[in-house]
Every structure is written in structure tokens, then in C-alpha cells.
């Protein structure tokens, strides 16, 4: 009988290969992407991934472009970089020398 994959979970498969730095990462990927979201529509925690980037909530049947590993849509992930960036002042200028 195989051992037990608990701790390692789906990045077990790699055994002592490669590093553990990249399977904790394989394995946080893998989770992302198996697991179920919550669909932008109905708001039904329902959304599979069909293929690389496209996503498919079962509940309402609406099919959505997102990143590969998870469902937050590309334009809302570009929207809050842009107003992470817009939020960051510009650093005063000095006037001590006056």
C-alpha cells in the first residue's frame, strides 16, 4: 500500500523531486484549481474550471475568460492593481531649504 499524502496532498506525485519550495507552490496551485468558486453572476459557490482560463459556474450555466488558476477575471485583477497603484501618493518635496 502507497503512503499517505496529507501533507504534501496532490504534489505527492513529485516524491523527493525537485524541491519543497515548488511543490508547496504545485500544491496551493493545484487546490486553487480544483476547488469550487463563487460565480460573478448568481454568486452560487459553483464555478469549476473547464480549461485553462475558461470557467463554468453549474448552477447558472454562464461561461467566463478568468486567469488559468483562478476564477477572478483578468479585468478585475488589472482593475485592482491600477487602483492599488493610483492610491500611492507621490512623496512631497522637501522645503527644508527655504
Same mark, same amino acid.
Given at each position: 500500500?502507497?503512503?499517505?499524502?496529507? &501533507?504534501?496532498? #496532490? %504534489? /505527492?506525485?513529485?516524491?523527493? +523531486?525537485?524541491?519543497?519550495?515548488?511543490?508547496?507552490?504545485?500544491?496551493?496551485?493545484?487546490?486553487?484549481?480544483?476547488?469550487?468558486?463563487?460565480?460573478?453572476?448568481?454568486?452560487?459557490?459553483?464555478? &469549476?474550471?473547464? #480549461? %485553462? /482560463?475558461?470557467?463554468?459556474? +453549474?448552477?447558472?450555466?454562464?461561461?467566463?475568460?478568468?486567469?488559468?488558476?483562478?476564477?477572478?477575471?483578468?479585468?478585475?485583477?488589472?482593475?485592482?492593481?491600477?487602483?492599488?497603484?493610483?492610491?500611492?501618493?507621490?512623496?512631497?518635496?522637501?522645503?527644508?531649504?527655504?
Amino acid at each position: 500500500m502507497s503512503k499517505s499524502t496529507k &501533507k504534501v496532498g #496532490s %504534489s /505527492g506525485r513529485f516524491g523527493t +523531486r525537485y524541491g519543497v519550495v515548488v511543490r508547496s507552490r504545485v500544491r496551493d496551485i493545484d487546490r486553487m484549481r480544483k476547488g469550487t468558486h463563487e460565480c460573478p453572476t448568481c454568486h452560487h459557490t459553483s464555478v &469549476k474550471r473547464v #480549461s %485553462s /482560463g475558461i470557467w463554468q459556474c +453549474r448552477s447558472c450555466e454562464s461561461k467566463f475568460a478568468a486567469s488559468a488558476y483562478s476564477p477572478i477575471p483578468k479585468k478585475a485583477t488589472a482593475m485592482m492593481f491600477a487602483s492599488k497603484t493610483a492610491n500611492v501618493e507621490a512623496p512631497e518635496a522637501s522645503t527644508q531649504g527655504e
